[in-house]
């Protein structure tokens, strides 16, 4: 595994676990733990689209020349994320469990099937295709994680 095929893999596995955490104080009912532990997921779930829509897409695109390609099946999929997490943010402001945990669900099962894609198709193209920007590409990351932060 590359450079940016494990930096970006690890932090698929951080959303995994703070999604995880999230589902199980939803499941409990205490709501003030809900919103603290739910904005910090949608945070890092948007923070990893930021890393991926404003450095890792358009640098391959650049590379490749590819537009039309994964990048822009990704970039949809991101957008159906999103709207899946807006719904789980408003069913949290009606302290609507079922909601939540429908829609969490749903958003869970995207965001598999996204991630295998990208792990399995997208990061190994990165990493041959980049592999002489590899270091650079996580520096700036890392550069906009902090930022975000």
Request: net charge negative.
């Amino acid at each position: 595994m590359g450079n940016i095929s494990q930096y970006l893999s690890n932090d698929h596995g951080t959303c995994d676990e703070l999604y995880s955490s999230l589902e199980n104080i939803v499941t409990k009912g205490d709501w003030e733990k809900t919103h603290k532990k739910a904005q910090v997921f949608f945070d890092a779930m948007e923070q990893h689209f930021a890393l991926e829509e404003e450095i890792l897409f358009p640098t391959l695109e650049d590379y490749t020349g590819m537009t039309m390609g994964p990048t822009a099946v990704m970039r949809m999929e991101h957008k159906q994320m999103r709207v899946l997490m807006k719904e789980m943010q408003e069913a949290l402001a009606e302290k609507n469990k079922d909601t939540v945990l429908g829609s969490g669900e749903t958003l869970l099962i995207l965001i598999q099937q996204h991630n295998m894609k990208e792990e399995n198709i997208l990061y190994p193209m990165a990493d041959d295709a980049l592999s002489e920007e590899a270091n650079e590409i996580v520096q700036r990351m890392d550069e906009l994680r902090t930022k975000m932060s």
